[in-house]
């Protein structure tokens, strides 16, 4: 039988039709899997699997996912990450194989509202989908128990350890958030770094964080390791996770102004 494979467009037009067509023949695709997004075993003789590219400037990999994790999508990603995830792959592992999934771990983000001395102010919650490794090595590992160095990386940028979710964030001189014709495209870094995070396509707000962000012109953004807060439906789960996160001590922050409109 033919893998159980999703190829989405962008994914096939980036690949092309030709090995898209041998993706999803069973020609060029893995039987079992280390998923790109939560990391477990999959098997594309039994359960969805979306196909993941992950594009630098000048190399692509090819991972694999549990459809119910993350659905079919090009990824853009630093070369120096996809050079890193290329190294690790064994000679007899096809480029796109498990092995470069530990390393092409992406930032999720939430957007919600959050209540902050009688304030409905906008927050932005950062988790990536799986530990986090610094440029060069070759798995995740540091303090915290998680087996990643997400949180060292930010607090070295100037993050804040969330002692206290009833108090707003401290500033972070030089980030701000790009929101272009009431949608979300980038969260800024100093300089000319660029964009620390960037939508594959303009994501939607609601119109009640709209309006709280145009009030105050500034984000409140929380980071918390992988697997730590989740996917969210309502702002109060989503509030009471962020509480966990801080009595855990692996909740940073910082607020932010707001760029654009």
């Known amino acids: 039988m ?43 003789s039994t359960e969805r699997t979306s196909t993941v590219l992950f594009v630098g400037e000048e190399t692509a990999v090819l991972a694999f996912a549990h459809a ?20 690790s792959i064994s000679g007899s592992q096809a480029p796109g194989a498990a092995g470069a999934a530990p390393r092409q771990a992406v930032l999720g983000i939430t957007c919600g509202l959050i209540l902050i001395k009688d304030q409905v102010c906008p927050a932005l919650v950062i988790e990536p989908t799986g530990p986090i490794a610094r440029p060069g090595e070759n798995s995740p590992g ?34 701000s958030v790009l929101l272009a014709m009431g949608q979300l495209h980038a969260i800024l870094q100093p300089g000319t770094a660029g964009a620390w995070w960037q939508a594959h396509q303009p994501l939607a707000v609601s119109e009640g964080w709209r309006a709280a962000v145009n009030k105050s012109n500034e984000v ?36 932010m102004p707001l760029s654009g409109t």
């Open 68 to 87: 119910t994790c993350i659905p079919s999508q090009v990824v853009p990603v630093s070369e120096e990450q996809l050079q890193g995830a290329v190294e």
């Open 220 to 255: 409140y953004v929380y980071a918390a390791p992988h697997g730590t807060i989740g996917q969210q439906p309502r702002e109060d789960l989503l509030r009471e996770a962020l509480e966990r996160a801080c009595g855990r001590g692996v909740l940073v922050a910082a607020t």
């Open 142 to 175: 540091g303090p915290g128990g998680f087996g990643d160095d997400f949180l060292p990386i930010l607090m070295e940028q100037g993050f804040v350890p969330v002692g206290d979710l009833s108090a707003p964030p401290a500033p972070l001189p030089g980030w």
């Open 2 to 44: 033919p893998p159980m494979l999703d190829v989405s467009d962008e994914v096939r037009a980036e690949i092309g039709d030709e090995e898209a067509a041998r993706l999803l023949a069973g020609d060029s695709a893995p039987g079992t899997y280390d998923c790109t997004s939560c990391r477990t075993p999959g098997d594309t």
